[in-house]
Every structure is written in C-alpha cells, then in structure tokens.
C-alpha cells in the first residue's frame, strides 16, 4: 500500500499524474497517455478548467447535444443538453415536435423564494430567546446590507427571518429561518454569507451556533409546466387508450415508490441535461426535486396527468433553484453558449425551460413503456454504441443493423454477426 501523501495540491499537474501513475494505475501503461489526450489544446481554456477545481488530472468530457423544436409559452427554442444516456435528447426532440402542433407546452413560475438557516442550540426560556430575536431582527438585516447592496440593487435580498422552535424534534435546537429573493443568480455564496453574517451578530453566551447554511430544499421555488390536447390528436389509432395507458403509469407511480424513483429518474434525464448544460448545480437540484417528491410523506411521481371531457392534460410542478448570472454560468464556455442559445433566458425564464425538459422525457419514457415498451428506441442506440467500440465501418453497420433488426441487442451476438460478415 502506497504511503498517504501530504502537500498533494502543491504538485503540479505531471508531478500529480506520475503519483498516480506510479501508484494506482501501475498496471496501465497507457494511463497518462489517457489523462492527456483529454487535455485542451487551447492552454487559455485549459487554465480554466484546471482552475475550477482542486488536483485536475485531465477533463471528463460528456456529449452536449441540442434538442430543437420546443414551442414553450408560444416562443421557439433549441434546448442544450449535456448527458451520455443515449436515448434522452432523441427522445426530447421527438416529444418537441410532438407536442409542437398542439400548441406547445404552458410553463410558469409560482414562487422563486430561496431558504437558508442558521442552526444554533440554546437551553434558556423560550420567552427570552424570543424577546431577544425580535430585537435583534432589524440588526440582523443591518449587518448583512454590504452583501445584500447589490442584490437589492437588482430587486432581491433578505425577505424574511423567522425564530423556529424545533426543540420538539431534538432538544434545545431553534433555528433562524431566513428566506431570499436572488433573481438571476442561484444565489449560494450570498445566501451563505448573508447567513455566516446574521449567525455572528446573533451569537451569544447562551445562543450556540451549530452552522449556518443554505437548505437546498426549495419548495417555494417552484415551477409547473403543462401539455394538453384533445384525446384523438394522442394517437393515430387510439388515443383514449393511449391517454388511459398514461395516467395509468402516472397513477402506479403515485402509488408505489418503486416505481415512482424510475418514473422520477426519467424526468431527471431530462431536467439534469439542461441543468448540467447551463452550468447550474445538478446535485441541488436533483436533492430539492427528490425532498418535494417526498412532500406528502410518501415518495411520488413529480409528474401529473388527468382526462376530462375528452382533452388529455400533462403536467409537472417541480422546485427548481437556477441560477443564469454568476458561477459556472458565466465562466463556463460551454455553459455561457447554452444561455446564449436560449437567447440569455432570466432565471424564471430558465426554470420555465428545465421543467418542461423533465415533462418532455417523461412523456417520452412513458410513452415507449406503455406502447412499444423501452428497449425498441433503446436497441437502436445500444446497438451503435456497441458497434463503435468494435469499430464496424458505415457498411458493416447497416449490414449488421439489418441482421439484428428487431432482436435483441448484446455485445456478443452484435460480435458474432460483425465476425460472419468480416469472414
Ligand atoms: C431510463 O433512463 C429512464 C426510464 O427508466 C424512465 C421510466 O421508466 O419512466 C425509461
């Protein structure tokens, strides 16, 4: 076993690839070749990805993919997408044109406040505590108005701070329960300052700071999109079944967990692509979407669906805290181009979008599964990304294609068909 390492950070980049070259990819000798042939040539760019995080060794690259067709509130967009499933951007630009002549999808925002709390102990009267808070509430705006001069500028800030009792859940805890209006930007660092600053002002002999921090749990930041159209514009052959078949799948995810983690995956597929794509924080999202699921006591689908009076209506309402200024969004090539590509979308605008993402897959995921099942438009995608790694040539391809055509695809039987023909 290698010795631990101290001063790592400090290597610089060869020094940390030959450590790890030497000893935990000894047996790879083409390991560094590997970790550089993923460096950008660009050194400008390189410089800032190495800079976005600690120890970079190389760059993980994911295929960015762009779905057109999306007609959301009657305005026209191509959504980028960064994900390697291979199914999700073909299945969200099918949805889109879909869903394009049936007047598109309706999105709106609800609510866009943000929470942080500052979590302290303190074992005295609850009468004093609460005598003491609202004294000191204006100082606990006060103190933070440095941070919050610009966000105030810009029509946020501070909303509100309230005194929680939770001593029933765990004795002597209260909290300082603060919420935030933070526009364009996801609001992280700001939030977590405005916090830090209130906890040492509110800090005494008695009241005992824990910590203080953002709650990536935001349902009040909230967004629904919707589909509708009349039942027999569903389907050419059936559309009452069709619409029948779905709110079925919607309804079995409500009512079992099992299946509402996959049914909610597959709206992540969607929701996460665009949020990796725009350089927002995909964990705190896919935690807060996960916890609003959960909302009732019981895990459930994120997405709704009913029939009346003949019109098929599809819909999501998911918390979604974005951000289109500030962090990765603006540092991020890649990231800055996507905003660009939704023509600089504020952050509402950005919520309205990724909602409909997550719709979309969903409708697609249920679709395939209540018709012709998943792995048809899954077949087709697995079977190309197994004849890449054999690297089959455009001929062999569509012959292969052709012999496989409606069975199942493996690796070894795509192998064996790729060996009868090159024989
Ligand atoms: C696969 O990534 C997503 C699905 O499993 C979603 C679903 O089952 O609804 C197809």
């Known amino acids: 076993m290698p010795k631990l390492v101290s001063g790592f950070s400090k290597l610089n980049k060869e020094q940390k690839i030959e450590w790890l070259s030497n000893y935990f990819l000894k047996d790879n000798v083409n390991a560094s070749d590997i970790l550089r042939l993923y460096w950008n040539s660009d050194k400008k760019l390189q410089q800032l990805h190495d800079d976005f995080i600690e120890n970079t060794v190389s760059n993980y690259y ?20 960064a994900i390697e499933e291979s199914s999700v951007v073909a299945a969200a630009s099918l949805v889109a044109k879909f869903w394009s002549d049936k007047g598109g999808f309706k999105a709106e925002v609800i609510n866009t406040v943000k929470v942080g709390q500052v979590h302290f102990m303190y074992e005295g009267d609850k009468a004093v505590i609460e005598k003491y808070f609202s004294e000191k509430k204006s100082d606990l705006i006060s103190i933070t108005d440095k941070i919050t001069e ?44 405005c916090l830090e600053a209130m906890a040492q002002e509110f800090k005494n002999d008695d009241v005992k700071i824990v910590m203080s921090i953002l709650s990536n749990y935001v349902p009040e930041c909230l967004v629904r999109a919707e589909v509708s159209c009349k039942v027999d514009q ?100 890649l990231s800055k181009l996507s905003l660009e590509m939704l023509s600089n979308p504020s952050a ?37 990304n197994i004849l890449n790694q054999l690297e089959a040539t455009p001929d062999e391809k569509e012959k292969v294609t052709k012999e496989l055509s409606g069975q199942t695809v493996s690796y070894s039987g795509v192998a064996d068909v790729l060996k009868k023909i090159r024989a």
């Open 348 to 384: 509402k605008e950005l919520m309205q979008i990724i909602a409909v993402a997550g719709l979309a897959q969903n409708f697609a995921a249920l679709r395939a599964l209540t018709t012709t099942g998943i792995q048809e438009g899954h077949m087709k995608m697995h079977l190309g």
């Open 62 to 81: 994911m295929p960015f993919g762009i779905a057109p067709n999306f007609i959301i509130n009657n305005k026209h967009y191509t959504i980028p997408m």
């Open 234 to 333: 569903l389907h050419p052959i059936d559309g009452a079944l069709f619409a029948k078949k779905m709110k079925q799948a919607v309804d079995i995810a409500n009512v079992d967990p099992h299946r509402a983690v996959t049914h909610n995956k597959g709206v992540m597929n969607g929701i996460d692509a665009v949020v990796i794509a725009t350089g927002n924080d995909f964990r705190a999202v896919e935690a807060g979407v996960h916890a609003y699921a959960a909302k009732s006591g019981k895990y459930k689908s994120l997405t709704s669906c009913k029939v009346e009076n003949d019109v098929f209506t599809f819909s999501i309402e998911i918390p979604l805290a974005l951000g289109t200024v500030g962090g990765l969004t603006s540092t991020h090539p």
């Open 150 to 193: 610009n966000m105030r500028k810009r029509g946020g800030g501070i909303l509100d701070i309230e005194l929680r009792d939770k001593t029933k859940d765990l004795e002597h805890y209260y909290q300082l329960h603060v919420t935030f209006e933070t526009k364009d930007s996801m609001g992280a660092n700001f939030i977590n300052s």
